[in-house]
């Protein structure tokens, strides 16, 4: 093993640098060389790559996004795509390829994998937490403590107000932002797939309910991005016709991606990506994720990793709706 290929590849999350860093020392003290390709899988096709020094990685654990910046790679979707890829990374000679990503990106290194002769690892990296093979993926800490900051200063001004709040976090198919922020601002309400559909009726009552039994005060709503199709003013609109109270919508969006990030994203970038040099050079990583499931490295199988068999704390789920509507 003498080159290494690094990518991050789809929604860039917070830590993603420090994987980088922690990818480049690790190697280098193998003797090992770090090559980076810029923009994703599009950087093999466009050979847009540099080698990675010590010096180049030198105070990036605190930056957010990636310095390798990111991308989706929609050549790589394309018939020949991965044997193009393939002959590139033959070409330059690279032994191995390290994508940090999404189970997306993962997807794609399968793909790959059918042409390209070299080992390929994954690390997760997305602030959605939907990885399998991974109690915690790399960016999620961050993407929920930003989203706890914006809605603690929601608070305020909805408590000034006496308004009722929906606030739209990211997290596309899953409700791990949702429910991670909204039991940590002590949201009246979750709407997450987990919980199934949205049924303004009810909502409208329970805030009813809310102000009967506590006055009139504020009330925040915490919703994940898929779960309303018209979107959250629609929505909010919607909730105040119904329940009679001023409803306001808030769409953190992109915010919830950018941003130092906190210290277990920086921790845990650090710890998977040393592992997974580790263990690439143990010869057991190919076509492999490293991650972390109660407390303990491990690898796990890149082609299960979008399956979601993992689930959101079903013990929280159940305490947010039985402890607060009442
Ligand atoms: O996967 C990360 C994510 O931020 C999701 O939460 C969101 O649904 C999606 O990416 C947004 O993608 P884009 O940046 O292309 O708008």
């Not at 030198?58 to 979707?77: D, E």
């Not at 993407?143 to 000034?160: F, G, P, Q, S």
């Not at 107000?161 to 039991?183: K, P, Q, S």
């Not at 920086?266 to 990506?273: E, F, V």
Request: contains cysteine.
């Amino acid at each position: 093993m003498k080159r290494i290929g690094i990518l991050t590849s789809g929604g860039d999350a917070p830590g993603m640098n420090a994987a980088i860093r922690a990818l480049v020392l690790t190697a280098s003290q193998h003797q090992i060389e770090i090559v980076g390709f810029a923009h994703g899988f599009n950087g093999i096709f466009a050979r847009e790559y540099r080698v990675l020094t010590n010096q180049d990685v030198l105070h990036i654990i605190q930056l957010g996004g990636t310095i390798l910046k990111s991308a989706r790679c929609a050549q790589l979707q394309q018939a020949n795509g991965p044997e193009q890829a393939a002959t590139i990374l033959h070409e330059l000679a690279i032994d191995a390829l390290i994508v940090i990503g999404g189970d997306g990106s993962f997807r794609g290194c399968m793909a790959l994998s059918h042409c390209y002769n070299g080992q390929i690892v994954g690390l997760p990296g997305t602030i959605d937490n939907d990885v399998d093979g991974t109690d915690y993926t790399i960016g999620f800490a961050t993407a929920v403590d930003t989203a706890l900051d914006a809605i603690d200063k929601i608070r305020d001004t909805a408590d000034a107000f006496e308004r009722t709040f929906l606030v739209e976090v990211m997290g596309r198919h899953t409700g791990y932002i949702a429910l991670a922020a909204g039991i940590a601002s002590a949201a009246e309400q979750i709407l997450c797939p987990e919980y199934g559909t949205v049924d303004i009726t009810d909502l409208s009552n329970d805030i009813r309910r809310s102000q009967q039994n506590y006055g009139k005060g504020s009330y925040i709503i915490i919703m994940a991005e898929t779960m309303y199709a018209q979107g959250a003013t629609m929505l909010a609109q919607a909730l105040s016709e119904q329940s009679g109270t001023e409803c306001r919508a808030v769409v953190l969006g992109h915010l919830q991606r950018g941003g130092s990030p906190v210290g277990a994203d920086r921790i845990l970038a650090t710890k998977l990506a040393a592992y997974a040099i580790e263990q690439l050079l143990a010869g057991r990583a190919h076509l492999m994720m490293a991650g972390e499931q109660a407390g303990k490295l491990g690898l796990y199988p890149l082609a299960t990793t979008g399956e979601k068999h993992k689930k959101a704390d079903s013990y929280l789920l159940n305490w947010q709706q039985t402890t607060l509507q009442q």
